[in-house]
């Protein structure tokens, strides 16, 4: 994942005993145009929060590769 801007490496995420994230793994290079789709509740505002440095995950790692910044 080292030409990755934004890489997350087995993100998991739970509220309680609810799971919202199980193990997110991806890579996100540069000037790539990314959609999140998905049902209501299915963690996309928990991915981006967490993304963003406003929720820590459970476990797992958001490698944001120096200097760069992330638009939403």
Do not use: Q
Not at 23 to 46: C, D, F, H, P, Y
Not at 54 to 63: A, C, W
């Amino acid at each position: 994942m080292s030409d990755n801007v934004l890489s997350l490496v087995e993100l998991t995420h739970s509220f309680g005993e609810r799971p919202i994230l199980d193990g997110v793994t991806l890579g996100i290079n540069r000037g790539a145009k990314v959609g999140l789709i998905g049902s209501n509740g299915a963690g996309k505002s928990t991915l981006l929060k967490i993304i963003g440095n406003r929720l820590f995950p459970d476990s797992g790692e958001v490698i944001l590769r120096g200097g760069e910044n992330l638009h939403f």
